[in-house]
Structures are given as structure tokens and as C-alpha cells.
Nanobody, 115 residues
Framework: QVQLVESGGDLVQPGGSLRLSCAASRSIFSINRMGWYRQAPGKQRELVATITSGGITTYAASLKGRFTISRDNAKNTVYLQMNSLKPEDTAVYYC?????????WGQGTQVTVSS
């Protein structure tokens, strides 16, 4: 079992940057896959990016180049660096991990992109 706590969400102007953090309650060294998802008002939750224990990353096609996922196993933390933010990036961002067949979610952190 693992608890995930996201942080770093904020109000930012278009074109700005944010770094989100997802702190896990246990070592993530052996967690096969961790990821970030987001859910905008009135929309379904969608994949943002994932990273495997070996460091292999995948991104939503529309976000590749602006967002970067990384992990620090020593700190049990996964990060999402978001650059060139747009109003359509406004959403609650959720951290996700998979242990075996079980998927865990954090409580989410709000990102609002507005002038």
C-alpha cells in the first residue's frame, strides 16, 4: 500500500511554469509505474505522463515538449515540470502509482492558468 500527496499547484499566468511534486509514503524504488493525470471541470480524467522504475517516460501527445516527468527514488518523490502553461492546462492534477494490480491515487492539487 502507498499514500500519495501532491503539492505545488497554484495560480499562474499564461506562459508561466510550475513544478508539481508527489510524495509517496514508502519507497518508490520498486514501484513499476508512477504517473500524473489531470481532470478539468466537466471533463474526464486524462493521462498527462508516466514514468517507470527504469526511467522510461510516456506523455500525452499534446503535452510532450512542455511537460517533463521525473522521479527521485531517494526522496520517494515524482515531479511534473510544466512550462509554457496555457489556460487549457487548468485542472486538478493527480498523482498515480501502480503496485501489482492495485492503482493508488493522491488527493490532487489545483493548477489554474489565468491572467
Amino acid at each position: 500500500q502507498v499514500q500519495l500527496v501532491e503539492s505545488g499547484g497554484d495560480l499562474v499566468q499564461p506562459g508561466g511554469s510550475l513544478r508539481l511534486s508527489c510524495a509517496a509514503s514508502r519507497s518508490i524504488f520498486s514501484i513499476n509505474r508512477m504517473g500524473w493525470y489531470r481532470q478539468a471541470p466537466g471533463k474526464q480524467r486524462e493521462l498527462v505522463a508516466t514514468i517507470t522504475s527504469g526511467g522510461i517516460t510516456t506523455y500525452a501527445a499534446s503535452l510532450k515538449g512542455r511537460f517533463t516527468i521525473s522521479r527521485d527514488n531517494a526522496k520517494n518523490t515524482v515531479y511534473l515540470q510544466m512550462n509554457s502553461l496555457k489556460p487549457e492546462d487548468t485542472a486538478v492534477y493527480y498523482c498515480n502509482s501502480q503496485l501489482g494490480a492495485t492503482i493508488y491515487w493522491g488527493q490532487g492539487t489545483q493548477v489554474t492558468v489565468s491572467s
